[in-house]
């Protein structure tokens, strides 16, 4: 359900505040780690993309330095069962107080049947403690030209030591990590861009604005994202409803 959802600041539900999008999840298991309740740990894992421009800079150097690392979660869950009475917290009776123990049992809110999910969001303090940033894509600045340079001068098999044989291993799989940063960002401006197209040329068959826009790099997308702009279609109507108007403004007094 976190798949596609926002990344935000301390739950605030205004569009500025967009940061990141979850693009995959996945659930964990923590080895050597239980629950409280002495279950095996397993954990909810999201991976994230983000613009690498001016306007997240600071962010992103906070997220490096270790800075900004707490993450939030706000989602919507059909129970909320006490450990203790089995009641759900929600339609009240219970007052077991989470965190004490009531008869050597432990008492903690158990969470049932997910219902939805909203965002995440970077927070000072979250109520899960462990909650956050746990790793991010960055390039190690290899010196590829050294490594292939090496390949290139064998004029037979080819031989690596350990170091280079890693070093390849882990650039192929920083090259895969970005390439399906990409593809994501790729998708959703090709899908904003045709979006746009259509309100702005309304008599223009749909299917060939995608077949247009599917073709588009990267770059194109973006020059016609900022050359349409937000309110291109609104403007034309107000041209055209302007117009109309004006076709008999020398009979009004």
Known sequence: MFVGKTGIF????????????????YVEKEAGKKTVDGEDLYVLKARVYMLKNDDNKSLIDDIEAGIKKEVSVSCSMGESVCSVCGKDKRRGGCNHIGGRRYGGKLAFTVLNSPA??????????PAQREAGVTKMFKSKGYDMDKVLNTIKSCAGEVTLTKAQADEIADYIEDLKSGAELGEVYKKELTSEVTAKLMLALPDVDVELLKSVTAVMTVKELMGFKNGLGADMAPQLASNKEKKQNTDYSQFRI
Do not use: L, W
């Not at 605030?12 to 693009?23: L, N, T, V």
């Open 10 to 25: 301390d739950h605030s539900m205004k569009s500025a505040d967009q940061k990141a999008r979850i693009f995959e999840t």
């Open 116 to 125: 939805d999910a909203y965002e995440f969001s970077f927070v000072a303090v």
